[in-house]
């Protein structure tokens, strides 16, 4: 079992920058593909970002490509999402989520655990 909490969402005008954090409960952070996702306001929730176990291995979604950044720490039990350029259409509600598999981790369905979410709102 792994537990998931989100921290670092905050209001940022656009062109700003936040690092949103997600830390892990558990012993066995290291052996998990890690994710993050979003979900606007009466949207369904959308792939952002993926790491794998290592950190050896990424993949963005085209809409953060070249803005955003996820990289962790396994001796912290830590995946973070380095946020910039940030545009208004980036307001959502970000999720990360914790895959035993390491394939096909730009999909929902690949994740076996998930936070709760951290807000991030973006102004114009």
């Known amino acids: 079992q792994v537990q998931l909490v989100e921290s670092g969402g905050r209001l940022v005008q656009a062109g700003g920058s936040l690092r949103l954090s997600c830390a892990a409960s558990?012993?066995?952070?290291?052996?998990?593909?890690m994710g993050w996702f979003r979900q606007a306001p009466g949207k369904e929730r959308e792939f952002v970002a993926a790491i794998s176990h290592t950190g050896s291995s990424t993949d963005y979604a085209d809409s953060v490509k070249g803005r955003f950044t996820i990289s962790r720490k396994n001796a912290k039990n830590t995946v973070y999402l380095q946020m910039n350029s940030l545009k208004p259409e980036d307001t959502a509600v970000y999720f990360c989520a914790a895959a035993y598999t390491m394939r096909f981790l730009n999909q929902q369905q690949a994740y076996n655990y998930w936070g709760q979410g951290t807000q991030v709102t973006v102004s114009s």
């Open positions: 558990g012993r066995t952070f290291s052996s998990y593909g």
